[in-house]
């Protein structure tokens, strides 16, 4: 499901600006956009959803798209009695990865092709300079240029749910006291396994 990243990046920019208005906001977008970060062509993991360039920026889209489509639900609003202001349901999706900034790079190995021959392939590896978990390193990253609420911030950091490396009860008791982390949850894996499957 690889699209153009300038019209990806494009309508990042535009649900961003459009949302996202909290005091630092602008900073934090001032870097998502400088040369020192790599926001809008890293990809989303070295082999699995979103292993190519501009993977990330399309994953926070899908995720967007998501987690904004099950807001919407009448269950949700009506029975769960769950909602989050634009603002939130921006920030959360589009940022929850933040923690991938900076976070891949290339490197080659040797590959036969077609005929037999070996050349030289590129692929992902992972290059953490700041090994500070997943989910909360997403939230040290935005706090430093924005507060969040505590629900965003439980949100982010409990996102990958029980596919994580968390203990399974700090998880649920995470997504019981603020069930927007269920719903971003829900939404990146929905994005993860649906729409951007192999």
């Known amino acids: 499901m690889e699209q153009d990243i300038n019209a990806l990046k494009e309508r990042f920019l535009d649900i961003y600006r459009t949302n996202i208005k909290r005091d630092g906001g602008d900073k934090l977008l001032d870097y998502l956009t400088s040369k020192q970060c790599d926001f809008f ?34 269950r949700v609003r009506n029975i769960y009695g769950l909602t989050a202001s634009d603002e939130t349901i921006a920030l959360t999706a589009l940022l929850h990865d933040i923690c991938k900034v900076n976070f891949y790079k290339t490197d080659f190995r040797n590959v036969k092709n077609d005929l037999g021959v070996w050349e030289k392939v590129p692929y ?37 749910g029980f596919s994580g490396s968390d203990d399974i009860n700090l998880v649920g008791r995470a997504f019981e006291k603020f069930p927007l982390a269920y719903a971003l949850h829900a939404a990146d894996m929905e994005a993860s396994y649906f729409l951007e499957r192999k």
């Open 41 to 74: 062509t890293a990809p989303a993991s070295t082999r699995f959803h979103g292993s190519y360039e501009g993977g990330l920026l399309q994953h926070s889209l899908n995720v967007y798209d998501c987690l904004k489509s099950y807001m919407e639900r009448d």
């Open 124 to 160: 992902y590896t992972i290059d953490d300079q700041l090994p500070y978990g997943h989910g909360e390193k997403s939230v040290y990253i935005i706090t430093g240029f924005m507060r969040l609420t505590r629900e965003e911030a439980f949100a982010i950091r409990f996102h990958m």
